[in-house]
T-cell receptor, first 114, second 117 residues
Framework: AQKITQTQPGMFVQEKEAVTLDCTYD???????LFWYKQPSSGEMIFLIY??????QNATEGRYSLNFQKARKSANLVISASQLGDSAMYFC???????????FGTGTSLTVIP | ETGVTQTPRHLVMGMTNKKSLKCEQH?????MYWYKQSAKKPLELMFV???????ENNSVPSRFSPECPNSSHLFLHLHTLQPEDSALYLC????????????????FGPGTRLLVL
């Protein structure tokens, strides 16, 4: 069964607007971590934001925030005030305790339009 | 140098060749990872090392052989690969396998783009 699901293969957003990238996950572990990474065309994975399963508040890092809805098993990334440099692939990932596994979604390609 | 470095950045090899990918992290981390990224597929975790000991091998074919001589260096030895092994190979490291956000966050190198002919 797919552990991380990203249903939006491609998204477009106007510069300076906000955009939400969807991510749902599946695990029976009570303890897990959720991550978002950005991958520009150069290939390097850049860490953006982290949410722990026991964290009470949604994570925020600058223009990035994570909308964590535990009951729905969703961890959507919100990018506020989009910039042209935000155009990239975005991956949602999950770390589970069982077997020390790390799962990635298939990614969402974000294009910021000037 | 800082962060995670990988060499070579690009590699073309025949199916009978033997080559090695190198990864080095300058972050003082204890865990290191190899991933394979193929087109239109999720990133696949291949191997995990923690304090130089291999903790995970996700059913990777034996033509891929990892080596971790110390916590800062990780190698992936390649032998008799197939064309379907062509992909971007990413190395990552983290302070710990599991812990606080800063401890378990993985930091990635730029990757080696491998083409098998």
């Amino acid at each position: 069964a797919q552990k991380i699901t990203q249903t939006q293969p491609g998204m477009f957003v106007q510069e300076k607007e906000a955009v939400t990238l969807d991510c749902t996950y599946d695990t029976s572990d009570p303890s897990y971590g959720l991550f978002w990474y950005k991958q520009p065309s150069s290939g390097e994975m850049i860490f953006l934001i982290y949410q722990g399963s026991y964290d009470q508040q949604n994570a925020t890092e600058g223009r990035y925030s994570l909308n964590f809805q535990k009951a729905r098993k969703s961890a959507n990334l919100v990018i506020s005030a989009s910039q042209l440099g935000d155009s990239a692939m975005y991956f949602c990932a999950m770390r589970t305790n069982t077997g020390n596994q790390f799962y990635f979604g298939t990614g969402t390609s974000l294009t910021v339009i000037p | 140098e800082t962060g995670v470095t990988q060499t070579p950045r690009h590699l073309v090899m025949g199916m009978t060749n033997k080559k090695s990918l190198k990864c080095e992290q300058h972050l003082g981390h204890n865990a290191m990872y190899w991933y394979k990224q193929s087109a239109k597929k999720p990133l696949e975790l291949m191997f995990v090392y923690n304090f130089k000991e291999q903790t995970e091998n996700n059913s990777v074919p034996s033509r891929f052989s990892p080596e971790c001589p110390n916590s800062s260096h990780l190698f992936l030895h390649l032998h008799t690969l197939q064309p379907e092994d062509s992909a971007l190979y990413l190395c990552a490291s983290s302070q710990a396998l599991v812990g606080t956000s800063s401890q378990e966050t993985q930091y990635f190198g730029p990757g080696t783009r491998l083409l098998v002919l």
